[in-house]
T-cell receptor, first 112, second 112 residues
């Protein structure tokens, strides 16, 4: 059974810092991995989707990497801003046709 | 472009009352549809998913049921709500397993 963990559970940083959020999964035979952002009381917004054949994906100040062999993905946020404050979740799809399994999320606070 | 609609945004219902939450997708055909619940302090729990009209798979046996009467319509129901049904309900769709999830804005359900 695929299990997904995210460390740290919460993170508080000053504005302008570069930061890394971690996602670990127990079964390395994944199909793809997706990072989401969730603002309080809102739905999930997709940030990046990485296929199992890819090593990384970039969108603006965000860069997500994938290392299947070690069961890890990282989300790098450059030059953080207060507007980046949210909960970040990763989700892993293990095999073709399987549903995503979600991590518990990392709650990020970027202080002005 | 594809959009997903979920309503109502907020709902307060007494214990024992029925429930009907609706989710519709526009701009695509034959999507995979999902219902998730996010309880306070807990992660996302997959409740139901559907790969086609009338095809419903249940992940967690409970007080809820789902139906897909039309290609792009997914309904979450209950005949009698319990206090434990309170939570944030999210609908999502995916065009295929190669692509990630797109979530609706969610329904905050409080059972009193």
């Amino acid at each position: 059974k695929q299990e997904v963990t995210q460390i740290p559970a919460a993170l508080s940083v000053p504005e302008g810092e570069n930061l890394v959020l971690n996602c670990s999964f127990t079964d390395s035979a994944i199909y793809n991995l997706q990072w989401f952002r969730q603002d309080p009381g809102k739905g999930l917004t997709s940030l990046l989707l990485i296929q199992s054949s890819q090593r990384e994906q970039t969108s603006g100040r965000l860069n997500a990497s994938l290392d299947k062999s070690s069961g890890r993905s990282t989300l790098y946020i450059a030059a953080s801003q207060p507007g980046d404050s949210a909960t970040y979740l990763c989700a892993v799809r293990r095999d073709y046709g399987q549903n995503f399994v979600f991590g518990p999320g990392t709650r990020l606070s970027v202080l002005p | 472009s594809q959009t997903i609609h979920q309503w109502p945004a907020t709902l307060v219902q007494p214990v024992g009352s029925p429930l009907s939450l609706e989710c519709t997708v526009e701009g695509t055909s034959n999507p995979n549809l999902y219902w998730y619940r996010q309880a306070a302090g807990r992660g996302l729990q997959l409740l139901f998913y559907s790969v086609g009209i009338g095809q419903i798979s249940s992940e967690v046996p409970q007080n809820l049921s789902a139906s897909r009467p039309q290609d792009r319509q997914f309904i979450l129901s209950s005949k009698k709500l319990l206090l434990s049904d309170s939570g944030f309900y999210l609908c999502a769709w995916s065009v295929s397993v190669y692509y990630g999830y797109t979530f609706g804005s969610g329904t905050r359900l409080t059972v009193v």
